[in-house]
């Protein structure tokens, strides 16, 4: 007898994915796991842009998100160095900000 998969691959995400990249992300809620303030993605202090953009807590600086434009790709940190995903991007001049 075959042994079934107890996974499928990484297309299954397609939709779900689509459902939440396609949102304006300034929206979304953010909580923060130091100091527990809470509130829209637009309320976090944001520095760069180079060499990317990294969004802090308003309360304690910690870092909530960081995003980094590489030529065809934006490489994207959100809650740790761990959580890093990279999406393919229409092209543009290396010098332009992210
Ligand atoms: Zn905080």
């Known amino acids: 007898m075959p042994h079934e998969p107890d996974h499928t691959d990484g297309n299954s995400l397609a939709g779900p994915l689509a459902e939440i990249l396609s949102v304006d992300a300034t929206t979304g809620w953010w909580r923060c796991p130091e100091c527990g303030r809470s509130g829209p993605v637009a309320q976090l202090h944001v ?10 807590c308003p309360g304690c600086a910690h870092i ?21 995903f990279r999406f393919p991007v229409a092209s543009r001049p290396p010098d332009a900000t992210p």
């Open 64 to 84: 909530a998100l960081r995003l980094v434009r590489a030529g065809d790709h934006v490489w994207l940190s959100m809650g740790g160095p761990a959580d890093t």
């Open 47 to 56: 520095y760069g842009p180079e060499p990317g953009l990294t969004a802090r």
